[in-house]
């Protein structure tokens, strides 16, 4: 897409973030929920199903113009717009690798925000070394039967959709397979509401599959042994997304230090005055153009569909996310005491971002995924 | 938000256009579409004339309501209220007509991301004003910009009997 739509895309969704967001994240962060009319809202604007393709009702977007569009909805809220981008996952999933069936079952609700949507890997035994899962998937007849636990689910029993990464065959990545399974099956239950330090405006549960029952209709794609290359290609994407998540709030804290320390006065002068704020307010800018620039280039990489794609998104979503966590941090600085007050934003933008170092494939991950497509390649 | 077509009258960049250049183009434009109803804002942020829309009512001869914060649109009448200075006017008009609106008519949507994706695709219709017949040329011409004369300070009196003695010989307001 041309920058200047760009442009026009990045302005809607900022109007809407600061507008509609903003003047509320704290409260979602402090009474830990996301109000249905906003998400009601949002999902009329097309939030739901930015990267869905046309033909599957969605909006369409290529990788870059979407990363574009979560970093300024970020800029209102972190932690509810990093939601958005998982529910996103979830509905390209089904629009990418579903059946005819199970896209015209499920794809429209979910673009709509009709149906929420989680995204189900992670298990307490296996979070870095995810194709080590044991949840298992065997079947029965017309149905499959599940068993095992999902861990750290963002929106895990609120969602009316949980794409389960479960074992049908052998050990390693090829034996396992994706299920879409509704909220209402048999033998699917949910764990405590962790308490969080940040990312609170979304639940975060445990998934528990007790001989939970999925029909065979509901194997994505209907085919076993694709489940880890569903779940790789989305989490490509994913680590765009949550990179973009941490650049809109590391703006916001910028931003909000450059209000600060223009207006802030100690020793007889704003404290932008002196050296040492400017330079960090240089390097901080630095690093968030930075930032962008790593991660709208593997967006354009992404979208080509190049092999050094998957690197490439490991290595922006490692460099932006320390960054622009780093970025928040000196924002919370710069801010002095007041930045450690819950009164003012910086500190949710520092929290939000913090656990984004973490989820989507831990950072050390990402060195391991770039470190072996240079050493492979050599 | 949103229309399904446009139609675009291409003048030169340097062009200054008139309210009633203007007007007459969409008078040429309004007898080709025949529409029911026409909204303009009440006055450009350039040259605040607020003339644009009076001169084409006048010209297809149609009824007009001007600076219209509020109004309810019927089979073939429409009821507005129109801001004046006084305070407020309700009009009634039969349709076909012309409205100029005020920025308390309403609160414009979010435009949602489909469409915005959608309104690249729709058709723009181009016209240049020869196409229209209209003649654009600038008939007038500004002679003087000037700011009004500075209110000058007060001054402070002593007593009533000052006060009454300003008011009548100086300001000659009693």
Redesign the interface.
Known sequence: MRVY?QK??YE?AS??ALEEMAPNMEKWDKEEFIPKDLLE?AS????GK?YVSENGGG???DRETTSV?FEALSRGCVSTTAYLTLHNTCAWMVDAFGTEAQKEMYLEKLGNMEYLGSYCLTEPGSGSDAMSLTTTAKKDGNKYILNGTKVFISNGGDSDIYLVMARTGGPGPKGISTFIVPKDSVGLSFGKKERKVGWNSQPTRSVILEDCEVSVENLLGGEEGKGFKFAMMGLDGGRINIASCSIGGADASLRAAIEHTTVRNQFGQEISKFQNTQFEIAEMAGKLNASRAIVRQAARLLEAKVPMATASCAMAKQFATDACFDICNRSLQLHGGYGYLKDYPVQQYMRDTRVHQILGGTNEIMKLVVSRSILNSV | MGADRGIHVEVDEKTILEPLSVAKLFSAIAKKENPNLIIMGKQAIDDDAGQTGQMLAGLLDLPQANFVSKVDIGEDKLLATCEIDGGLETVECSLPAVITTDLRLNEPRYASLPNIMKAKKKPIDKYKPSDLGVEITKRLETLKVAEPAARKSGVKVESVDELIEKLRNEAKVL
Do not use: N
């Open positions: 739509d026009e895309l809607l109007t809407f809202k009329t604007l097309g939030f930015l909006v369409g977007l569009v």
